[in-house]
């Protein structure tokens, strides 16, 4: 079975500094790897995604994910935090071989500081 | 444009009560979820459909019930046996088999009184 681990449900983060949100996954076989953002009473739509090609992911609105197999780890990064960016994140796992199921984990909530 | 369609947005109930939470989807997307939502426990699977007339539980199905006879819909009952029914509920399909890119509707919030 597959699963996500993220801490700290809530991130304080100035405005213009980097954005940081970590996820450590378990997975028995080759994982796909995800983030999603849920903005204040709406559906998730997607960040990025890791399938097995290039380690570092680039994603939508400046964010981008570096998939580390020795650390099991896939963090979630941006340089300059905007306003904007203040939603929850939620990083997910599949197993590459399939199952149709994502795991997801529990989520961090950022908070954007002016 | 397409893309899933949940209704109502919110809805109240009173307890005993069954209630239908609708999805609809024209992404002609085979799978479909449902998920529910609690603050601080991220998202937990309660039901998916691979195909039509076919689905599975997933890992919190008690109290709830599903129907997939349409490819473009999945609507979930909330029965009166769902002990801790008051939560937000998402409906989600994949893009192709296995891919994980999972596209989401907006959510309907149920609140029990």
């Known amino acids: 079975a597959q699963s996500v681990t993220q801490l700290g449900s809530h991130v304080s983060v100035s405005e213009g500094a980097l954005v940081l949100l970590r996820c450590n996954y378990s997975s028995s076989v080759p994982p796909y790897l995800f983030w999603y953002v849920q903005y204040p009473n709406q559906g998730l739509q997607l960040l990025l995604k890791?399938?097995?090609?290039?380690?570092l992911v680039k994603g939508i609105n400046g964010f981008e994910a570096e998939f580390k197999k020795s650390e099991t780890s896939f963090h979630l990064t941006k340089p300059s935090a905007h306003m904007s960016d203040a939603a929850e994140y939620f990083c997910a796992v599949s197993a590459y071989y399939g199952n149709n199921r994502l795991a997801f984990g529990k989520g961090n909530q950022v908070v954007v500081i002016p | 444009d397409g893309g899933i369609t949940q209704s109502p947005k919110y809805l109240f109930r009173k307890e005993g009560q069954n209630v239908t939470l609708s999805c609809e989807q024209n992404?002609?997307?085979?799978?479909m979820y449902w998920y529910r939502q609690d603050p601080g426990q991220g998202l937990r699977l309660i039901y998916y459909?691979?195909?039509?007339?076919?689905?599975q539980k997933g890992d919190i199905a008690e109290g709830y019930s599903v129907s997939r006879e349409k490819k473009e819909s999945f609507p979930l009952t909330v029965t009166s046996a769902q002990k801790n029914p008051t939560a937000f509920y998402l409906c989600?399909?994949?893009?192709?088999?296995?891919?994980?890119?999972?596209?989401f509707g907006e959510g309907s919030r149920l609140t029990v009184l």
């Open positions: 890791y399938t097995s090609a290039a380690t």
């Open positions: 992404l002609n997307h085979d799978a």
């Open positions: 989600a399909s994949m893009k192709g088999m296995n891919t994980g890119e999972l596209f």
């Open positions: 459909s691979q195909i039509v007339n076919d689905f």
